[in-house]
T-cell receptor
Framework: SQKIEQNSEALNIQEGKTATLTCNYT??????LQWYRQDPGRGPVFLLL?????KEKRKERLKVTFDTTLKQSLFHITASQPADSATYLC???????????FGKGTTLSVSS | KAGVTQTPRYLIKTRGQQVTLSCSPI?????VSWYQQTPGQGLQFLFE???????NKGNFPGRFSGRQFSNSRSEMNVSTLELGDSALYLC????????????FGQGTRLTVV
């Protein structure tokens, strides 16, 4: 069955550093992959979508890469700030329809 | 444009009871998906509705059911509640096309006692 794994449950970094989060998937060849941010007690918020033919995508301080050979996506936050502290989820499309399956997330804590 | 609205925000129920949760998607969106989120399991897909038809279903028991109305609003129902059903239930709406993002509501926090 389709499986998504986000390697770290928690990641602690200092303000100003680059945070790198990893998402691996198996038994699947997704056409695209999405990243979401979730704050405690709230629903996830969409951040970025990257397609299989795109190696890299950027949005402000965020960068996502997608390696279909390694079946892996990396999510980078440069010049991290305490306000970036949240749980970050990667998501893939299920085989039918438009529903997404999510990894369990990585909780990022940025200390000042 | 109004976001996704879920009601109620909080709910406390007793084991054995049933519960109905409601989700109003973004205007114009025809797809509504439901997820259960728990600390141990993360976000787990329950089902997806598109134009009043269930298009996709996750691996949950038959106690979990849903429906979608002609105005795209959706409800999910859980019958014979168990303690393990305590979770944050999230609904997400999208246009229903591939390659589009999902917009989530704030969720309904269900506590079963």
């Amino acid at each position: 069955s389709q499986k998504i794994e986000q390697n770290s449950e928690a990641l602690n970094i200092q303000e100003g550093k680059t945070a790198t989060l990893t998402c691996n998937y198996t038994n699947y060849s997704p056409a695209y992959l999405q990243w979401y941010r979730q704050d405690p007690g709230r629903g996830p918020v969409f951040l970025l979508l990257i397609r299989e033919n795109e190696k890299e995508k950027r949005k402000e301080r965020l960068k996502v890469t997608f390696d279909t050979t390694l079946k892996q996506s990396l999510f980078h936050i440069t010049a991290s700030q305490p306000a970036d502290s949240a749980t970050y989820l990667c998501a893939l499309l299920r085989e039918a329809g438009t529903a997404l399956i999510f990894g369990k997330g990585t909780t990022l804590s940025v200390s000042s | 444009k109004a976001g996704v609205t879920q009601t109620p925000r909080y709910l406390i129920k007793t084991r054995g009871q049933q519960v109905t949760l409601s989700c109003s998607p973004i205007s114009g969106h025809r797809s509504v998906s439901w997820y259960q989120q728990t600390p141990g399991q993360g976000l787990q897909f329950l089902f997806e509705y598109f134009s009043e038809t269930q298009r996709n279903k996750g691996n949950f028991p038959g106690r979990f059911s849903g429906r979608q109305f002609s105005n795209s609003r959706s409800e999910m129902n859980v019958s014979t509640l168990e303690l393990g059903d305590s979770a944050l239930y999230l609904c997400a709406s999208s246009s229903g096309d591939v390659n589009t993002e999902a917009f989530f509501g704030q969720g309904t926090r269900l506590t079963v006692v």
